[in-house]
């Protein structure tokens, strides 16, 4: 009893301590603020990771400096570059440094700091490739881009091109490598640093500057933080730290920067567009995306159930090296994730076939339904070695001794019946291809939530965007349970004949045993 109530003085005793370390830390740190600043990572040599998980690179060196030189402590948040505007507009990031230009389309969504980087957009191509100088050059070819980048909008202004948006930039210069597509539209001094180290061999830049083009530092509109970032960066643009900066990223001197770009935010507050009309705009393009990932799934599956069959029948082979093999294949593609499958399908595959000599390079439909059968197969594998285990021995072995071999007694005794209890399992299935579609949008393939992505880097409305989006994947899979459900009734003998059955029941009274 004593021992109790000691351990529970002691207990709230603990709590108060707590509670007052965390009072008094936010007490303590509210003199100087701390910012959260969203980066994306994979954008050297501006923000990138160290060996050591650390952030660095010029941008990541500038906004700490500013928040020296400001008042400011920082902590860095990563964030996918199209999801930097939403974030800030929904309030989960106070600023970013990006390499983010200043426009005017962006300035009605934010309120960007005073240009901190001149840089221009270039054309990466093959070593080898001749006649691409400019824009022009590229009508009717393949560009690989970032996605919500101004490198993406120049390349959708060429005519006839066709552009494959990335989420990063270095996969979409891990693109061109692979010879999948004719062109990337970029930062220049992105590209320029990729190829400096030597992590992109055989790619060049071609051409003058597609354009001239001013890094800002994004915050949410109207935010309170503007003036501080504003004020410590240009403290450190006049007191040399930002010339220091510079060279140590770019090892030359600073180029003049202007005090603005144009349209800042406090100029450009335009009626923003109904939620209604937003929807409407973008349906069009979402059901055709819609279509796509159908079409995806419905190829997959079937290659999958192809594939399942096979292997799931091998899983019971009297051959153990069949058996060892079919299980070795289930746990590899259902223990790794099929992001990392599509991953290496697409990007691995090709590199290593082309590092062995051979001109390989695959289309992202293809790669695409090969990662989601291969996966798929193996999950459907299971269910299809479940669902003939779960049919008695008596039956295969009744069919035999009726005559029939053992390959004719599968066939036309085992797997009907099996099948039908392989219908649930592989309806759900088929409802997780169906989602996990979306993965390729890694890929740059545009389905359903690729189109969406799309429309939000133009609009910066991800809140009607993604419920559309969920909404039309609910309605997809929603259909899909229905058909299954109908497929279900219809193989099911009992169901069908159930009407006659019922009448002849009647009549004689004595109903037919359901299984
Ligand atoms: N400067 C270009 C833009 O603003 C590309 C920026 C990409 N930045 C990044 N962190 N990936 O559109």
């Not at 948040?77 to 990031?93: E, H, K, V, W, Y």
């Not at 210069?173 to 539209?185: F, H, I, P």
């Not at 072995?397 to 005794?413: K, Y």
Request: overall charge positive.
């Amino acid at each position: 009893m004593i021992q109790l109530r000691a351990k529970r003085i002691l207990r709230s005793l603990l709590l108060g301590l707590v509670c007052f370390l965390l009072i008094s830390s936010a007490v303590k740190s509210q003199d100087k603020p701390v910012l959260t600043v969203a980066v994306e990572p994979v954008f050297p040599p501006f923000e990138f990771k160290a060996s050591n998980g650390d952030f660095q690179g010029f941008d990541v060196d500038l906004i700490r400096a500013v928040g020296e030189a400001g008042g400011f402590g920082v902590k860095f948040q990563s964030i996918p570059f199209d999801g930097i505007i939403p974030a800030l507009q929904a309030g989960t990031a106070d600023a970013a440094v990006a390499a983010m230009t200043i426009t005017e389309a962006r300035s009605q969504a934010v309120a960007f700091s005073r240009p901190y980087f001149k840089a221009g957009l270039a054309i990466a191509v093959r070593d080898g490739t001749t006649g691409v100088t400019k824009l022009d050059d590229l009508k009717g070819k393949a560009i690989a881009v970032q996605i919500g980048t101004t490198g993406a909008k120049a390349a959708s202004a060429v005519p006839g091109a066709k552009v494959r948006t990335f989420d990063a930039a270095v996969l979409a210069l891990q693109e061109l490598k692979n010879g999948n597509v004719d062109a990337v539209v970029n930062d220049s001094p992105v590209t320029l640093y990729a190829i400096k180290t030597g992590n992109l061999q055989g790619i060049k830049i071609v051409g003058q500057l597609l354009t001239e083009e001013f890094y800002g530092i994004p915050l949410p509109l109207n935010s309170p933080n503007l003036q501080r970032v504003n004020g410590g960066l240009t403290t450190i643009l006049q007191n040399g730290t930002y010339a220091q900066i510079y060279q140590k990223w770019f090892n030359a001197q600073p180029p003049q920067l202007p005090e603005s770009a144009f349209g800042t935010a406090q100029t450009a507050q335009k009626t923003p567009i109904g939620s209604l009309s937003v929807i409407l705009n973008a349906l069009p393009t979402l059901l055709k995306g819609a279509l796509i990932t159908l079409q995806l799934a419905a190829v997959s599956v079937f290659f999958g159930l192809i594939g399942g069959s096979l292997i799931g029948i091998a899983r019971l082979s009297a051959l153990a090296p069949v058996r060892w093999a079919a299980r070795a294949y289930i746990d590899f593609f259902r223990g790794t994730p099929l992001l990392v499958q599509i991953l290496m399908i697409y990007f691995g595959f090709p590199a290593l076939l082309q590092s062995a000599g051979l001109n390989f390079t695959f289309n992202q439909f293809a790669a695409a339904i090969v990662a989601l059968s291969c996966n798929s197969a193996a999950y459907i594998a299971e269910i299809v070695r479940g669902g003939i285990q779960s049919i008695e021995v008596g039956q295969s072995e009744a069919a035999q001794s009726l005559g029939l071999d053992s390959v004719q007694a599968l066939r036309h005794v085992v797997l009907p019946q099996a099948f039908r209890r392989m219908l649930p399992p592989l309806g759900n299935t088929f409802i997780t291809l169906l989602k996990d579609t979306s993965l390729v949008t890694i890929i740059g393939y545009a389905e359903l939530l690729r189109e969406g992505q799309l429309i939000i880097a133009e609009n910066y409305r991800p809140f009607e965007l993604y419920a559309v989006v969920a909404l039309v994947y609910l309605a997809l899979t929603l259909l899909s349970s229905q058909g299954f459900s109908y497929l279900e009734r219809a193989m099911n003998p009992v169901n069908r004949s159930s009407s006659r059955t019922q009448k002849r029941s009647l009549q004689s009274e004595s109903p037919r045993a359901e299984r």
